[in-house]
């Protein structure tokens, strides 16, 4: 044994160079190796016991053996060599066969050198030992005959390719390296190095290749290599130089180490997430080789102690001089305890950081057996809890630190005995019930929350907390509540155990949020839902009952030109055709239900809107109306649908508010720009009014401000939507909508609408020419058949040719033919919205398209379309509302022929 003196860190030193020049003999298959020739005492290095088929150390070196071990074919040479190197001082080289341990035959080559004294006598030799076997393995290949030569080379584990040099190009290959890379022997040999790699590998490939070819590198690992598929797989490739035929050439044994690589890439990543979650949890692991002293950290360890993993080393002795000096006891007594019971320990204790910092550790471990089975090796993990103490001890010291966040919170907050006594509770909870603190306290929480003289789960109702005092297990359940006023409101309890020291649920905390507000507005937010699918229901069915009443206004308008009627029939196809007019309006007032959003605006005469609005809420109701208007009445720039809707949702609530009877004004007149009585906030300009005034029981004062509030209501069935509604559409027309009121003598609602300079060109009446017109030719599409066959007898009757198209595809395709045949459509009657086809809007895109002096008309049963109120922006020349009469067709008919002859279209 040579004993090392000197520092810590020298010996270090040489320690690392040892290990470092085991690193090395291991890469190069190298061992090295000493033979004390008076004393016959061998020393072998790591790797040379490996090379030999021993793990290190495993047996004592013995010369003998590896003469025993020695083929016989190399025994006689290699004593004679020996015998030549102790006696003539022959240099010592040579090659030979070795039978390893396990059976294995493996071809070493050895170089030794013999030592003498100063009279020259031999006292030892040193030499090393290289494992050749993969060259001699190769030299075999070439040496033995083809066949045997073949057959070893086809069957080989490893893939083997041969590379002529000059030419990088394989030039032989075995079958396994053709099923590694998916190509024939054939297509190998059309191949080279580049062609296995990929583009991105090949500079260090290249390098590599260069490396083995110089003799500097023999085994290159996890070389990435590439599949004729383009897939990877990865090789240990050892390499040879050789010559065949007079060319230099390179020997390649493949190795495919692809499941290693993943292998080792798992325990990679698994080590790395395992480092990065002790870092995020500060928890660090060890273990202590108690019989060896030997110690291993993990770096977050390192980091708990204040140390650098990358500078510092394990050092238990430097550990426990950290850990404060009245809490080492405790830890050896906790390490000499499980020593002796074999159990773990779990301890906490303070201890001073490097950087002097005081910090506490929690520290847990138990006995592991080391890799001879012996219970010596000490595992464990270390957590600093000092932040969680800290605030352990501040909550224990500061009771009215924890009474202050209570009584910050908005939820109610008690704690409950098992016989439903209030033990504490929070300025939340007490507010809510109107009942101070101290009269709160021990008194029982059913009669305090509940207003009951028994438990809640007695009288019924579910409770959290006898749930909880039941099942030791967190719950929550809702509850109607009255608040300190009587108002009724809805609450969310949960409740969670508290537990004695040995688990019994002592008391329960019960948290209680009011959710009132939330339940009302899921409830709305359900009647709006509720309420939308009924108005889109109620559009579809207005759209088709258009179309119905369509068939019905055509065939009377036919029938009133039939000749022979007496005076008694057409005056009753008068008073059918008036009926329909009211029912036409019913479906008007349907679609104006079914749409919202954005006002589609256009220039109209406000006092037809507020009669029929008035007359339709009124319907059926013992309330009487007076409406009084100016006789200039300014137009107004509006959507009639839905200023109709305000006026109904006022007029109602009027009317309602005179369960007993009254009556409802209502006036209009003109506000000129400027006028005093215009709220402030509104765009200079004239407005026009209008005021609805009841005699009914009035608003609450304190209610007058909420009124527009979505979901307000003090109607016991109310929905809480009318009135925030009409606010929305008289603000999205940018006038102003408000409310003056006494209680019990009545309301009044004043609406201010931007006025309009004229009424819209399409709103007057059409100027006919009482010229006859020529007839026409006109096209019409529509996807109901009906409306289709009274629209055609309607328009032959007026002298014109038809043509019918059922979407937009047939009437382009109609439309076409008749150009190409120079008979062209004079006029295009297009319906808005066909069922799964194409619709007047892409249709009139298309034709414009086709023919710019296209004369196209739309038709529609939706009355809330924007293309029907801008319908000249989409190209359209007239618009035809559904259901129309004979007699609005001939002048929607006349006054675009009238428009084309005058060159106005």
């Excluded at 080989?156 to 079958?175: H, P, S």
């Excluded at 501040?394 to 910050?408: A, G, H, M, Q």
């Excluded at 439903?420 to 305090?448: H, K, T, W």
């Excluded at 949702?649 to 006036?667: D, K």
Aim: net charge negative; hydrophobic share 40%.
């Amino acid at each position: 044994m040579t004993e090392i003196n000197g520092s810590d860190s020298t010996t270090e030193a040489l320690l690392e160079s040892e290990r470092r020049l085991s690193r090395a003999q291991a890469i190069a298959h190298v061992g090295d190796w000493e033979w004390e020739v008076a004393t016959n005492v061998v020393r072998w290095s790591d790797e040379l016991y490996r090379i030999y088929g021993f793990e290190p150390r495993e047996i004592a070196p013995d010369y003998s053996l590896i003469l025993q071990q020695m083929h016989p074919d190399s025994k006689a040479e290699f004593l004679v060599a020996i015998e030549a190197a102790l006696n003539d001082d022959t240099p010592f080289e040579m090659n030979y066969a070795f039978f390893r341990r396990d059976g294995s035959e493996a071809y070493l080559h050895t170089i030794g050198q013999v030592i003498r004294d100063e009279k020259g006598a031999p006292v030892r030799m040193v030499g090393v030992v290289q494992d050749i076997t993969e060259q001699r393995r190769a030299e075999i290949l070439l040496m033995a005959s083809e066949d045997k030569c073949r057959t070893i080379f086809d069957k080989a584990n490893d893939g083997i390719l041969i590379t002529d040099i000059e030419k990088n190009r394989f030039v032989e290959a075995n079958r396994t390296i053709g099923k590694m890379l998916g190509y024939t022997k054939e297509e190998l040999f059309a191949l080279g190095v580049d062609d296995i790699h990929l583009p991105q590998d090949l500079p260090a490939v290249r390098d590599v290749f260069a490396r083995q070819l110089r003799g500097e590198l023999s085994l290159a690992e996890n070389v990435p290599v590439k599949r004729k598929d383009n897939s990877l797989f990865f090789a240990d490739i050892n390499a040879a130089v050789m010559n065949i035929g007079g060319r230099a050439c390179l020997l390649g044994v493949f190795r495919d180490v692809t499941e290693r690589r993943l292998v080792e890439e798992t325990l990679k990543a698994q080590g790395q997430r395992l480092a990065e979650s002790q870092r995020i949890a500060h928890i660090g692991s060890w273990e202590h080789n108690l019989e060896t002293n030997q110690a291993i950290w993990s770096d977050e360890l390192f980091r708990l102690l204040g140390l650098d993993p990358q500078k510092d080393h394990e050092d238990f002795d430097l550990f426990f001089s950290m850990i404060h000096p009245e809490d080492q006891p405790q830890l050896k007594g906790a390490i000499e305890e499980t020593l002796r019971s074999q159990k773990p320990f779990n301890v906490e204790y303070r201890f001073n950081r490097n950087d002097g910092q005081s910090r506490i550790l929690h520290a847990q471990a138990e006995l592991i057996p080391d890799s001879s089975g012996k219970l010596v090796v000490l595992s464990g993990t270390g957590q600093d809890i000092t932040e969680r103490k800290l605030a352990e001890e501040k909550i224990r010291r500061s009771e009215e630190y924890v009474r202050n966040i209570l009584d910050t919170v908005d939820e109610g907050f008690i704690v409950v005995d098992r016989s439903y006594r209030i033990m504490s509770a929070n300025r939340a909870y007490c507010s809510a019930f109107g009942v101070p603190v101290d009269q709160v306290l021990g008194r029982y929480c059913f009669e305090v929350s509940h207003k009951l003289e028994m438990p809640c789960h007695e009288a019924g109702e579910e409770c959290s907390v006898n749930r909880v005092f039941a099942t030791g297990l967190p719950h929550t359940t809702f509850h109607r509540h009255e608040d300190a006023e009587g108002s009724t409101t809805y609450v969310e309890t949960k409740a969670f155990p508290l537990r004695d020291e040995t688990g019994a649920v002592t008391q329960v905390i019960e948290t209680i949020n009011d959710i009132t507000e939330k339940r009302l507005l899921e409830e709305e937010r359900l009647k709006v839902q509720k309420l939308e699918a009924i108005g889109t229901l109620a559009g579809g069915i207005a759209h088709d009952f258009n179309n119905l009443l369509q068939g019905v206004f055509g065939y009377i308008s036919l029938a009133k030109m039939g000749t022979g009627l007496n005076r008694e029939t057409n005056e009753f196809l008068e008073e059918a055709e008036k009926a329909l007019n009211l029912t036409v309006n019913l479906t008007t007032q349907l679609l104006t239900f079914s749409k919202g959003g954005k006002p589609v605006k256009r220039s109209a005469n406000l006092g037809p809107v507020v009669e029929n609005g008035v007359r339709f809420s009124l319907s059926g109701s013992s309330t009487g109306c007076c409406i009084v208007q100016e006789d200039d009445l300014w137009p107004v720039e509006m959507d009639e649908g839905q200023i109709s809707q305000v006026i109904q949702n006022i007029i109602l609530n009027a009317s309602q508010a005179m369960a007993e009877g009254g009556r409802v004004e209502v006036s209009l007149r003109n506000i000129p720009s400027g006028d005093p009585v215009l709220p402030d906030g509104l765009a200079v300009g004239p407005y026009v009014e209008v005021a609805v005034r009841d005699e009914g029981i009035g608003i609450q004062e304190k209610n007058l401000t909420k009124i527009f509030d979505p979901y307000f209501t003090t109607k016991t069935k109310g929905s809480g939507l009318g009135l925030a509604t009409s606010y929305s559409i008289i603000k999205n027309h940018d006038g102003r909508i408000m409310v003056a009121s006494t209680p019990g003598e009545g309301t009044t609602f004043h609406l201010f609408l931007p006025a309009s300079e004229t009424i819209q060109a399409d709103d007057q009446p059409i100027v006919v020419n009482n010229e006859p017109i020529r007839p026409g030719k006109i096209l019409i599409m529509d996807d109901e058949p009906m409306v289709c066959s009274i629209a055609g007898a309607m328009i032959k009757s007026l002298g014109h040719q038809v043509d019918y198209a059922s979407n937009g595809e047939e009437a382009i395709d109609t439309y076409r033919v008749a150009m190409q045949k120079e008979e062209p459509f004079d006029v295009v009657i297009l319906d808005l919205t066909i069922r799964g086809g194409m619709g007047g809007e892409e249709t009139i895109r298309r034709l414009l398209a086709m023919n710019p002096e296209v004369v196209v008309v739309v038709s529609s049963g939706y009355a809330d379309s924007p293309i029907l109120a801008n319908y000249r922006e989409y190209g359209f020349k007239a618009i035809l509302s559904k259901p129309y009469t004979l007699k609005n067709l001939e002048s929607v008919i006349q006054a675009v022929f009238n428009r084309e002859k005058q060159g106005v279209l």
